[in-house]
Nanobody, 127 residues
């Protein structure tokens, strides 16, 4: 079982930046390093959507078109943590952001079935 704990959400003005963190304190570094990690978000009244993903060794990343060029996902296996750096934030980025993990990778970070999920962290971007 992989427990995921997100942090770093908050209220920011449009054009600002936030960095979300997702820690996995319940597993060893070796186990964490074997997992693919993803960030998803869900806005009020909308379905959850993929934001970004990264492979276990950080060799490959993928982003939703809506965040490409503004968001960066990174993974620190030594700290059992994955990050989402969010720049040039827009009001439409307002959502609850969730971290997810899986040890099973089938070649597409967007559609891979993620097995473990965090509790979410609220990001609110004011105009």
């Amino acid at each position: 079982q992989v427990q995921l704990v997100e942090s770093g959400g908050g209220l920011v003005q449009a054009g600002g930046s936030l960095r979300l963190s997702c820690a996995a304190p319940s597993v060893s570094g070796r186990t964490f390093s074997m997992h693919i990690m993803g960030w998803f978000r869900q806005a009020p009244g909308k379905e959850r959507e993929f934001v970004a993903g990264i492979t276990s060794s950080s060799s490959s990343t993928k982003y939703a078109d809506s965040v490409k060029g503004r968001f960066t996902i990174s993974k620190d296996n030594a700290k059992n943590t994955v990050y989402l750096q969010m720049n040039s934030l827009k009001p439409e980025d307002t959502a609850v952001y969730y971290c997810a993990a899986t040890a099973n990778y089938y070649g597409d970070l967007r559609t891979t079935q993620y097995d473990y999920w965090g509790q979410g962290t609220q990001v609110t971007v004011s105009s």
